[in-house]
């Protein structure tokens, strides 16, 4: 049985940090890709970052690149988003997501991964 299950969220004041965790089990977190999704009241589900399987790559959207940083270790299974300088708009609930490794990339539809977490609330005040 799989599951990913994610810890870090919380209530944080614009400007702050947040560090997000996501341990995986009943997979071989090695051979996967993972990535970080969230879904803001009211929006569609975005992508926020990938990860490869070997940590040689990783993709950030527009709205997060400079301040997020994705990392992984395959030791712990276990995948990571370093959340600085956040936003009110980064108010969202994160969840990780993995995908059997493949050719190609980078995979940035929700549609592309199998596995998901539960999800973590982030609440970023003004």
């Known amino acids: 049985q799989v599951k990913l299950v994610e810890s870090g969220g919380g209530l944080v004041q614009a400007g702050g940090s947040l560090r997000l965790s996501c341990i995986a089990s009943?997979?071989?977190?090695?051979?996967?890709?993972m990535a970080w999704f969230r879904q803001a009241p009211g929006k569609e589900r975005e992508i926020v970052a990938t990860?490869?399987?070997?940590?040689?790559?990783?993709y950030y959207s527009d709205s997060v690149k400079g301040r997020f940083t994705i990392s992984r270790d395959n030791a712990r299974n276990t995948v990571y988003l370093q959340m600085n300088s956040l936003k009110p708009e980064d108010t969202a609930v994160y969840s990780c997501?993995?995908?059997?490794?493949?050719?190609?990339?980078?995979?940035?539809?929700?549609?592309?991964?199998?596995?998901w977490g539960q999800g973590t609330q982030v609440t970023v005040s003004s």
């Open positions: 990860i490869t399987w070997t940590a040689g790559n990783t």
């Open positions: 009943g997979l071989t977190f090695s051979r996967n890709h």
């Open positions: 997501a993995s995908k059997m490794v493949s050719y190609g990339g980078p995979f940035t539809r929700a549609g592309d991964y199998r596995y």
